[in-house]
């Protein structure tokens, strides 16, 4: 079992930046991909970044590449996405999820995570 928890969200203008965390307790991260993904009001839950349980490879989805960057500090037990360049579009409530499944590129697939935190508001203003 793992409880994760997702923070940092919040206001911020266009073209400005975040970084959300997401603090896991129980089995340690290192045991588990692990992905971004995000709900925009009226919209389904959608993939937005993943890294590998050993952080050897990360993905993106389209919209957000170059702007995004997915880590993972496994001492920490945390897993961050860097937000950067802002736009509206990026508003949404932001999850992050384990997965232990295999193989890699089922990276994008919500029913393949087992565990998912409670989410954290991004809200961008135009």
């Known amino acids: 079992q793992v409880l994760l928890v997702e923070s940092g969200g919040g206001l911020v203008q266009a073209g400005g930046s975040l970084r959300l965390s997401c603090a896991a307790s129980?089995?340690?991260?290192?045991?588990?991909?692990m992905g971004w993904f995000r709900q925009a009001p009226g919209k389904g839950r959608e993939f937005v970044a993943a890294?590998?349980?050993?952080?050897?490879?990360?993905t993106y989805t389209d919209s957000v590449k170059g702007r995004f960057t997915i880590s993972r500090d496994n001492a920490k037990n945390t897993v961050y996405l860097q937000m950067n360049s802002l736009i509206p579009d990026d508003t949404a409530v932001y999850f992050c999820?384990?997965?232990?499944?295999?193989?890699?590129?089922?990276?994008?697939?919500?029913?393949?995570?087992?565990?998912w935190g409670q989410g954290t508001q991004v809200t961008v203003s135009s």
């Open positions: 129980g089995r340690t991260v290192s045991s588990y991909h």
């Open positions: 890294i590998a349980r050993n952080g050897d490879s990360t």
């Open positions: 999820a384990a997965g232990e499944f295999s193989p890699w590129f089922w990276y994008s697939r919500r029913n393949r995570y087992d565990f």
